[in-house]
């Protein structure tokens, strides 16, 4: 499946992934391939990109912001984000 994340200022991430674990409002959960189409607020916390399904990943701190996914995409708009 195909991740973008994005703030304001520019690209964070883009690629194909394996999943991708999101900090919604109410509590995390997992995007993993085929997903049903969503629409979420994020709130405050991580993102863990699964780059594959061997463990490697990449993790993010946000500060909230939103996530589609929509025909094996997920777009997640971040209002600041730091690699760490």
């Known amino acids: 499946m195909e991740l973008e ?6 690209k964070l991430f883009s ?12 509590g995390s959960f997992e995007i993993l391939d085929k997903h049903a189409p969503l629409v979420s607020a994020l709130g ?5 990109v ?6 490697t990943t990449i993790l993010y701190n946000i ?3 939103f996530a589609e996914v929509l025909n094996n995409k997920v777009a997640v708009l971040v209002e600041g ?3 760490i």
């Open 50 to 55: 699964l780059k594959d399904k061997t463990g």
């Open 44 to 48: 405050s916390g991580k993102i863990k």
């Open 63 to 65: 500060n909230g912001g």
């Open 81 to 83: 984000a730091v690699e």
């Open 5 to 10: 994340i994005l703030t304001p200022e520019r």
């Open 15 to 26: 690629g194909e992934v394996y999943g991708v674990q999101l900090p919604g409002i109410t």
